[in-house]
């Protein structure tokens, strides 16, 4: 008897594939769509894509519980002056919290997503492992962090051991309905034409308060629009002048003001992480040396991780980083493992 697959299927042609690909391997395969906006074009796409491959297709209604964990929190860090990645609370929430229920639901065994990482098993260990994709470049392995063993068991990410172009190629060669120029989207789901400052404004008008920018002295050197529009490192749309270049490195929260400086001020070596999970350990016993990704297209640097309490740890880079952003959220390697990861609470000196 065939095992039977739930692929996640979003309309685009990492997922297509996810779906052929679990089907060539001989898996009873079926489509599911999660709902997560009032209007999507690319819930009859996945449709389109189904019926092509030959599956099953099912639509998952999670508007409620997507504007819940993920659009409130995002703009509730936002309020807070800081930068948070809802890619990643949806991929615990969401994507392999309610869909694999789901998926489970309607008897499949598996959870097969698009994501170009890698699972892997260790019979030494006896625990499944997560790993960097093949392709360095898409490896998507930072925004997986908090899957844990109970997850991983019951997921699959067939994209991991392929390039981008080999993906595309086989969309091509199989007459997939997707898009012809397969375009990359960086843009958040949820928010039209990647216009943060609208959509802010949308959900936070009554609650933005223009303030204070001051330099690192304390010098008043003009006012901005209020703490949401602003991130750290930023340098346009400042508004003041000076006669070097300043960029925010600091967003007080609690004085509702920006704390603007030069470029080098941007760098740190010391933060604070908050939220932490390990991928195949309860927690970390001892101090860890590392290479740690404080966003997605950071260069992991070498640093030392510490165990704290209350599932915090403090991470000491042995060079200092640009930029280092709380909200954002900070996943420790080894090699090409991820061991897991927490969100950026505050940074030190």
């Given at each position: 008897m065939k095992k039977k697959v739930a692929v996640a299927i979003s309309g685009g042609v990492d997922s297509a594939v996810c779906a052929l690909l679990c089907k060539k391997e001989g898996y009873e395969v079926i489509g599911v769509t999660m709902r997560l906006l009032e209007n999507e074009d690319r819930i009859e796409k996945a449709r389109e894509i189904a019926k092509k491959i030959g599956i099953p297709h099912y639509t998952i209604d999670v508007r409620k519980i997507f504007k819940k964990y993920i659009i409130t929190n995002f703009c509730e860090e936002y309020k807070k002056g800081r930068t948070p990645n809802p890619c990643i609370?949806?991929?615990?929430?969401?994507?392999?919290?309610?869909?694999?229920?789901?998926?489970?639901?309607?008897?499949?065994?598996?959870?097969?997503?698009?994501?170009?990482?890698?699972?892997?098993?260790n019979k030494e260990k006896g625990k499944y492992l997560l790993k960097k994709g093949c392709d360095l470049d898409?490896?998507?392995?930072?925004?997986?962090?908090?899957?844990?063993?109970?997850?991983?068991?019951?997921?699959l990410m067939p994209l991991g051991n392929f390039?981008?172009?080999?993906?595309?190629?086989?969309?091509?060669?199989?007459?997939?309905?997707?898009?012809?120029?397969?375009?990359?989207?960086q843009e958040i789901c949820f928010i039209?034409?990647?216009?943060?400052?609208?959509?802010?404004?949308?959900?936070?008008?009554?609650?933005?308060?223009?303030?204070?920018?001051?330099?690192?002295?304390?010098?008043?050197?003009?006012?901005?629009?209020?703490?949401?529009?602003?991130?750290?490192?930023?340098?346009?749309?400042?508004?003041?002048?000076?006669?070097?270049?300043?960029?925010?490195?600091?967003i007080n929260e609690e004085e509702n003001a920006l704390i603007v400086g030069p470029e080098n001020e941007l760098y740190k070596s010391n933060l604070e992480v908050c939220e932490v999970s390990y991928v195949t350990e309860d927690k970390l016993k001892k101090s860890l040396n590392s290479k740690v990704k404080i966003r997605y297209r950071h260069k992991e640097a070498p640093a030392?991780?510490?165990?704290?309490?209350?599932?915090?740890?403090h991470i000491k880079f042995t060079q200092p980083q640009r930029a280092i952003t709380p909200g954002q959220s900070a996943v420790f390697y080894n090699e090409d493992i991820v061991i897991g990861g927490g969100v950026i609470e505050k940074v030190l000196v």
């Open positions: 609370r949806c991929n615990q929430y969401i994507k392999f919290g309610v869909l694999l229920k789901k998926a489970k639901q309607l008897g499949a065994k598996y959870l097969a997503t698009g994501h170009y990482a890698r699972i892997e098993y898409k490896d998507q392995s930072y925004f997986l962090y908090r899957l844990t063993q109970k997850e991983l068991a019951y997921i390039t981008k172009d080999k993906i595309k190629e086989i969309a091509r060669e199989q007459k997939l309905p997707i898009e012809e120029d397969m375009r990359e989207s039209p034409e990647n216009n943060y400052s609208e959509f802010l404004k949308k959900y936070l008008s009554e609650e933005i308060k223009p303030g204070l920018i001051l330099d690192t002295q304390g010098k008043l050197l003009g006012k901005h629009k209020g703490i949401i529009f602003y991130t750290i490192g930023q340098r346009r749309g400042l508004g003041i002048s000076a006669k070097i270049p300043l960029y925010v490195v600091e030392i991780v510490y165990p704290l309490e209350d599932k915090k740890v």
